[in-house]
């Protein structure tokens, strides 16, 4: 049994829309409503979707 918060799903192609304008870690976490940090993870996983779509 898992416990904890449950993994925030984004959509890919918002984060896509975002890397074209250059937005920044606070901006997007702004954007989605969430924290800094979740962003800030998520954009370290260089092999991730959530990177690749924001590159």
């Known amino acids: 049994m898992s416990t904890g918060r449950p993994k ?9 829309k975002l890397g074209m304008l250059g937005a920044t870690a606070a ?3 702004a ?4 924290a800094t940090r979740t962003i800030e993870r998520r954009m370290s996983r260089k092999d991730g979707e959530f990177c ?3 590159e």
């Open 8 to 16: 925030m799903e984004f959509d890919l192609s918002e984060v896509e």
């Open 27 to 29: 901006e997007m976490a």
């Open 31 to 34: 954007w989605f409503g969430c």
């Open 52 to 54: 690749r779509s924001y």
